[in-house]
């Protein structure tokens, strides 16, 4: 059985920063693209970032070009998301999920019908 466990939401002031973790049980993960996305109250889920499976290539929507770093360690079996420059406007629940439809690649843009094995996520708010 597949398991995405995220973890690292909180609630942080603008500016600040947070470190999301997804650790991946019953698949491959080494074998897996892997995407970042996040959906606010009100609104669609939305990719924001998705890494190759060796980790040689990121990609990322402009909303966090800049500011989010993705990575991840296939030892681990686990995802990163390191936020800086934190803005009340990505206050959402994360998910992290497997690139199903690209494999080892990530298709871009993001679509959520290209990923499943969705976890259960974790909050992440910004307070102005």
């Known amino acids: 059985q597949v398991q995405m466990m995220e973890s690292g939401g909180g609630l942080v002031q603008a500016g600040g920063s947070l470190r999301l973790s997804c650790t991946a049980s019953?698949?491959?993960?080494?074998?897996?693209?892997m995407g970042w996305f996040r959906q606010a109250p009100g609104k669609e889920r939305e990719g924001i970032s998705c890494i190759t499976r060796t980790g040689d290539s990121t990609y990322y929507v402009d909303s966090v070009t800049g500011r989010f770093t993705v990575s991840r360690d296939n030892t681990k079996n686990t995802l990163y998301l390191q936020m800086n420059k934190l803005k009340p406007e990505d206050t959402a629940m994360y998910y992290c999920?497997?690139?199903?439809?690209?494999?080892?690649?990530?298709?871009?843009?993001?679509?959520?019908?290209?990923?499943?094995?969705w976890g259960q996520g974790t909050q992440v708010t910004i307070s102005s």
């Open positions: 019953g698949l491959g993960f080494v074998d897996y693209a």
């Open positions: 999920a497997v690139a199903l439809t690209g494999g080892q690649w990530c298709t871009w843009p993001l679509k959520t019908a290209d990923f499943g094995n």
